[in-house]
C-alpha cells in the first residue's frame, strides 16, 4: 500500500501568500471599482535593466548558431559566472570565498528549502520568529520538527528566537544550543538589519557550539549603512561555520527569470564531513544546471553599466521605502526597517491583530499588505508593506492610510 510523506500533513492551512491572494480576489470581485495597491508580496515592478536585457538577447543569439549553441549547463554553474561573482560578491570585500565554493542555483527559494536535506534528521534547528516561512516548512517535511502547536502557533522540536522591538527585532543567542540556525539579514519580514560586530557574535556563538549558520542575504544590495555586512564571510571564522543564500531576485529584478546561488566554503565541516562534497552531489544529483542565457544574464549584473543600473534601480525602491517610513511614521504609526532592506514592519493600530489590520487596510484604503503574523506568532499585531511598488503607487497607498 502506498503511503504518503505524514509530515506534510504537519503543516497547517495553505502558504501565507495563497490566503492574501484568495482575499484579495474575494474583495475585488465584491467590489470591481475598488483601485487596489498591491504592497504585499515582495516581488519586483521594474523592467530589467538595459544591461542585463542586451545580454540576454545575445545568448539568446548563441543559441541559434552550431558553433555557439549551449545544452546542459555545468551543474554547478559555469564558470564565468561563478568566478565573477566569487570576485565582486566576495574578493572584493576582503572575503576569501573561491569561484570552487559557488553552486549557481535557480533561486534562494529552493536553496534555502534544500539545503536542509544534507543535515541528518536529528539536528535541531534554531529559526527567528517572524521567519520567512520556507525555513520552518522545508525542516516540517523532511521530519526534523514536532507537531503544529495551535497554541503557541508554531512546530514542537524547533528553538524560536523571538525578535521583538525592544531588540530592534533582532534575535539573542538561544538558551537551548541549536545545531542549525537560519539568519536572514537584512530581514524579511521585519527590515531589521545586523551589524557586522552583532552578526560576528553569532559566528563566534557558531564555531564554540559547532552548530552551522544557514545565512540568507538575499537582500543585500538594499544595504544602505556601513557597519552592516553584506555577507556573513566579512566576520573572522565564518568559513568554517556558514553556508551563504544570495538570490538574483531583489537586487537585478529576477523573480520570473530565477538565479541564485548558495556559497559552501571548503573549510567548513561537520561530522567528519566537508558540507561542500555533500551539497555538491546534491546539486549534481537533483538540478540539472541554471539555463546559460540566464546564466549570461546574471553575469551582466556585474557589469560596469549593469552596477550603474542596478544602482538606480534600488534608489528607485528605498525612495519608496522612505515615503513608507517616513510617511506612516509622521503619522504616528510605530515603523520599523526600510533602511537597509526593502520592508517596512508596522505596527498595528487600535490593538487589532495582524489578519484585523490587513481586512481593515484593505475595506478601507484598498491597500494590500501582508499580516505579520504569517511569519510566526512574535508577528501577531505586525505588518509588513513592500517597497517594491510604483512610486506612484506607494505614495498614494500611504496618503490612503494617512487619512484612516
Ligand atoms: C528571505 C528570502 N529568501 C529567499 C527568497 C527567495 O528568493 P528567490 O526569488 O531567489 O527564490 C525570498 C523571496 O522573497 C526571501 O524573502
Request: glycine share 10%.
Amino acid at each position: 500500500m502506498v503511503t504518503v510523506n505524514r509530515n506534510y500533513l504537519k503543516l497547517p492551512g495553505s502558504y501565507l501568500f495563497s490566503t492574501v491572494a484568495r482575499k484579495v480576489a474575494e474583495y475585488q470581485s465584491a467590489n470591481p471599482g475598488a483601485e487596489m495597491i498591491r504592497l504585499g508580496i515582495g516581488d519586483v515592478t521594474q523592467p530589467l535593466a538595459p544591461a542585463i536585457i542586451d545580454s540576454l538577447h545575445k545568448a539568446v543569439d548563441e543559441m541559434a548558431g552550431k558553433e555557439t549553441f549551449r545544452g546542459y549547463a555545468p551543474d554547478l554553474g559555469y564558470e564565468f559566472l561563478r568566478s565573477t561573482i566569487a570576485k565582486n560578491d566576495y574578493q572584493d570585500r576582503g572575503c576569501g570565498i573561491g569561484a570552487d565554493e559557488i553552486f549557481v542555483s535557480d533561486g534562494a527559494k529552493s536553496d534555502s528549502g534544500n539545503i536542509q536535506e544534507i543535515f541528518g534528521l536529528d539536528n535541531k534547528v534554531a529559526v527567528c520568529d517572524p521567519v520567512y516561512p520556507v525555513y520552518v516548512d522545508t525542516n516540517v517535511m523532511a521530519g526534523r520538527t514536532g507537531a503544529y502547536n495551535p497554541e503557541h502557533d508554531n512546530f514542537d522540536g524547533v528553538i524560536y528566537m523571538p525578535c521583538k522591538e525592544e531588540n530592534g527585532f533582532l534575535p539573542e543567542l538561544p538558551k537551548e544550543t541549536p545545531d542549525l540556525i537560519y539568519l536572514c539579514f537584512p530581514n524579511n519580514p521585519s527590515g531589521a538589519a545586523i551589524t557586522r560586530d552583532r552578526l560576528q557574535e553569532w559566528v563566534d556563538y557558531a564555531n564554540k557550539t559547532g552548530a552551522v549558520i544557514i545565512y540568507d542575504a538575499a537582500y543585500e544590495a538594499y544595504i544602505t549603512e556601513e557597519n552592516v555586512p553584506h555577507s556573513i564571510y566579512e566576520c573572522q571564522g565564518a568559513e568554517n561555520c556558514a553556508i551563504e543564500l544570495r538570490s538574483f531576485s531583489k537586487n537585478a529584478g529576477f523573480t520570473g527569470v530565477r538565479l541564485g546561488f548558495t556559497v559552501v566554503p571548503k573549510a567548513l565541516e561537520r561530522d567528519g564531513v566537508k558540507l561542500h562534497t555533500l551539497w555538491a552531489r546534491r546539486h549534481g544529483t537533483k538540478f540539472n544546471g541554471a539555463p546559460y542565457i540566464v546564466q549570461r544574464a546574471g553575469e551582466a549584473v556585474y557589469s560596469a553599466e549593469g552596477k550603474a543600473q542596478l544602482k538606480e534601480q534600488i534608489s528607485y525602491y528605498m525612495r519608496n521605502a522612505k515615503v513608507i517610513y517616513e510617511g506612516l511614521k509622521n503619522a504616528g504609526y510605530s515603523v520599523s526597517g526600510g533602511v537597509n532592506a526593502p520592508y517596512i514592519w508596522l505596527k498595528t493600530t487600535d490593538g487589532m491583530s495582524s489578519w484585523e489590520f490587513f481586512d481593515y487596510l484593505l475595506d478601507k484604503a484598498h491597500v494590500v499588505g501582508t499580516p505579520g503574523s504569517g511569519f510566526g506568532a512574535q508577528g501577531e499585531g505586525f505588518f509588513r508593506l513592500t517597497a517594491f511598488g510604483t512610486y506612484e503607487n506607494t505614495v498614494e497607498a500611504i496618503e490612503r492610510m494617512k487619512k484612516l
